[in-house]
């Protein structure tokens, strides 16, 4: 069966970092708790106000293709996962398109809080196991500051500003995403969401006032519905694969808190060389964490390692998936791949059925 392998990656960080000294200096807080508490020391945040999540979505699809040697007029797809688009619409996928001179794509914009990317990836797999669509970069990115409430210290610690991308390609020979579990729950809005500006409580007085433009969250609640769900389903992936702990290379998570993701992977019997964190150099980036963490690991990562990926977010949402990684190094190129004229007259041929 055909399936969907990443063969490319790619990241953009903002410039500017926030610390836990500078948040010391913001609101009543210490190093010491957010350290103790997250897992957070620093995060990145965009402060060009002329620059959003769009321009950091296209810088991180802008990497990956450059790392494939693709033109972007080849792609088929694009699907940017995120939380904080530009504005309602038109989508930040249309804006990447352009700003990336992708042509011949279409695509969308895909909102499941922080399991956006996951829930991205199946849908970006189910497009290319279709045998309809041979390209697809799929998206990640946040800029989360632009609602976050920094006198609210409870929030204001968790979150950072980045994007990282993924592209994906047919594979044949094994690799890819081979599995997932995706669920969701709304019974627990209230616990994770920002009230105001949709159709629902359009921008007026008495939402700023209320300050229902920050994203809202109910940590204690949150924490003990992630701590289950998360490894509920990176277990349920593991079994019906019938993975052991053994034979996991590396577990992906969301990077929400460093504590919701050591009880994860104690569950999973994994051991800390088994799990990618990079929480304590960026903070939540929500849609950016996982694909950040292969960005991160993409030297480590060898074809053929069997990667588990979760994520949980607001709505509640959460999901986990099996792939196999397809390539060793940056430098190697997946099995299976084409030169790029040959790509291009695949893709052409594809898009006339």
């Not at 398109?97 to 189910?126: E, I, K, N």
């Not at 599995?179 to 700023?208: I, K, N, Q």
């Not at 019938?242 to 808190?257: C, I, K, M």
Request: glycine share 8%; net charge negative; proline share 4%.
């Amino acid at each position: 069966m055909t399936r969907a392998a990443i063969t490319a990656v790619g990241r953009y960080l903002p410039p500017d970092r926030l610390t836990n000294k500078d948040l010391e200096s913001m609101v009543d807080t210490t190093d010491e708790w957010i350290r103790t508490r997250t897992g957070i020391q620093e995060r990145r945040i965009l402060r060009d106000r002329g620059k959003a999540s769009a321009f950091m979505g296209t810088e991180a699809g802008r990497q990956a293709l450059k790392k494939r040697d693709m033109d972007p007029a080849d792609l088929d797809v694009i699907i940017v996962a995120t939380v904080t688009p530009d504005m309602f619409f038109p989508s930040n996928a249309c804006q990447v398109q352009a700003a990336l001179g992708a042509t011949r794509a279409w695509g969308f914009d895909l909102s499941a809080a922080c399991s956006g990317f996951v829930f991205g990836l199946c849908t970006a797999a189910s497009l290319i196991e279709s045998g309809r669509y041979r390209s697809v970069l799929l998206i990640g990115s946040d800029k989360m500051s632009s609602i976050t409430d920094y006198t609210d210290r409870n929030t204001c610690v968790l979150f950072g500003d980045a994007a990282a991308a993924v592209l994906l390609e047919p594979d044949d020979s094994g690799h890819g995403l081979l599995d997932h579990v995706l669920r969701c729950d709304g019974e627990g809005w209230e616990a994770l969401c920002m009230l105001g500006g949709g159709s629902l409580r359009p921008p007026s007085h008495e939402t700023l006032a209320k300050k229902m433009h920050f994203l809202h969250q109910d940590g204690r609640t949150v924490y003990r519905f992630a701590v289950s769900a998360f490894a509920d389903v990176a277990e349920e992936v593991m079994m019906r694969n019938g993975l052991t702990s053994e034979d996991v290379r590396y577990f992906v998570p969301h990077q929400a808190n460093r504590r919701i993701i050591d009880a994860a992977a104690q569950r999973m019997g994994l051991g800390a060389d088994q799990v990618m964190v990079n929480i304590h150099r960026y903070g939540n980036t929500t849609n950016a964490t996982i694909p950040l963490c292969l960005c991160d690991w993409e030297s480590e990562l060898q074809k053929g390692d069997n990667i588990v990926l979760a994520a949980f977010g607001g709505g509640y949402t959460w999901g986990a998936g099996y792939l196999k990684w397809a390539y060793d190094t940056p430098a190697v190129r997946p099995q299976g791949a084409k030169p790029a004229l040959e790509q291009k007259a695949a893709r052409l041929a594809v898009n006339t059925i």
